[in-house]
């Protein structure tokens, strides 16, 4: 079936369902192309989801769990799992250092760096802090108080991570369901009994560790732009132009992809149990009312989940620094911010409380908003990391007005446009690993992962363009890379 988008401005459109109001869309005609039939019939089933009051698919949208990859989905009344995905509150954090772009203009000193992060953080599925030789062995009851804690200044100082970054996080603990952290605690101790966790040390050994698949750590140059406010807004967050700066992308590791199968495994057979219709006949669109004792359990979960992630990342930052620190003494950091992309929150939203749903989609609150309030970014907004891929770069952004139109959200990158199987069929290992060559990006794998070369993306600059034509945020800084950190084999230059 195909389905057609109503233009309504350069980079906006919508997307109409049968018996309920439109999806808004946010493209340009270019971005809006890319969209395929099963990602705007995942978009339309959300739409007309139970208790679903508003869906935004953003420029990155793509085939996804469920929902789209890339959307938004609020509602007042219900909590899904799909529209926040198996890798709960996989997000992006970047830490600024006070290292000029010239100091590591040499490839030998960049591959030092590269050794001395590959020899403190691990790369790959289920790899943990065993599978590197300087990693920061993080004893199992403090790994432990990071599920119910999450990144509580106790609690990184007693992993050796500086405490004031716990301010500069989106939310730098979850509580649970009745907004207690007993209730997370309670939540633990029953996975222990049912054996969910089954091996809690090797679980919470993930600390301090990449993924695989489309998590990496990037070591950038920042580049300000030339705009009074984007002066201002890099002089607030802390970027420094010119300077060398890390950014990373990873989640919640095996304890959050555990906790979210888990919840799709009970919630389809409640469904199945009691023969519930499901939305758009997917059983990636289980639900839950709020309130009831199925929602309550999810809640709980991806809280311990994303409490994990938010430690995750700033252990991470921690040994990058110290990583830097080792090849380039004198290197000092501070972390610019901690961002989610695959997480529910509530918000508030046309005055009433809203279960905001983003997958793949990134928080977006301009100055003003009273979410802000409080801290220091109530006067710019906050920074919004969006990835592009290593050769277009990445974006540090911050809100505009018009993000309501989105439910304040924009796009978590670039997003697909080949699948992973399509683009390890197609594209060519020897043009990837040239490219990255001619541009002196060096990776730590011998061969860069097909299936994340940056050809199996979309067009970074169209999609950044779509978010500003839109009027939903504006850069404030460029960030080019000058090495990569991927699952892949050790390189040697």
Known sequence: MAHYLIPTGDATAILPCEGVPPITVIGTQAIRETFDDVCLQQAINSRRSPGVSNVVLNPDGHLGYGAPIGCVMTSPTHIYPGPV?????????????????????????????????????????????????????????????????????????????????????????????????????????????????????????????????????????????????????????????????????????????????????????????????????????????????????????????????????????????????????????????????????KEILDNRIEWVHRKGATRAFPAGHPGLKETKYAGTGHPILLPGNPQAGSSVMVADEGARLSCYSVNHGAGRILGRKRAIRELDQNAINESFDSMDILTNCRNYPKDEAPAAYKDFEEVLRSVNLAGLATEVARLKATFVIKDGDAADD
């Open 85 to 345: 995905g198996v890798d709960i509150k996989c997000s992006m954090s970047l830490l600024q250092t006070n290292i000029p772009a010239d100091a590591i203009i040499d490839r030998r000193i960049r591959r030092a760096i590269i050794d001395a992060i590959c020899e403190r953080i691990p790369t790959g599925a289920g790899r943990g802090q065993r599978s590197a030789k300087k990693s920061r062995r993080i004893p199992t009851d403090i790994g432990a108080r990071s599920l119910v804690e999450g990144a509580s200044e106790t609690l990184l100082t007693a992993m050796g991570v500086p405490a004031e970054w716990a301010h500069q996080c989106e939310d730098a603990f979850h509580l649970g369901h009745d907004d207690t952290q007993d209730a997370i605690a309670e939540r633990v101790e029953w996975h222990v009994r049912a054996g969910t966790f089954r091996d809690v040390p090797t679980k919470v050994s993930q600390l301090g560790s990449y993924g695989g698949g489309n998590h990496f750590g990037e070591c950038e140059v920042v580049h300000v732009g030339e705009s009074n406010r984007a002066k201002h807004c890099a002089e607030v967050f802390g970027l420094r132009d010119g300077h060398i700066a890390f950014l990373s992308h990873c989640g919640s590791r095996g304890i959050g992809h555990n906790l979210a199968m888990g919840q799709f495994r009970a919630l389809q057979s409640k469904f199945q149990k009691w023969n519930i219709p499901l939305p758009g006949n997917d059983k990636e669109l289980v639900y839950a009312p709020l309130g009831s004792d199925e929602a309550n359990n999810y809640i709980d979960d991806m809280s311990i989940g994303a409490n994990f992630a938010t430690v995750n990342h700033m252990l991470i930052n921690s040994l990058v620094l110290e990583a830097f620190q080792e090849v380039l003494p004198g290197t000092t950091g501070n972390l610019v911010y901690f961002i989610s992309h695959n997480i529910a929150r």
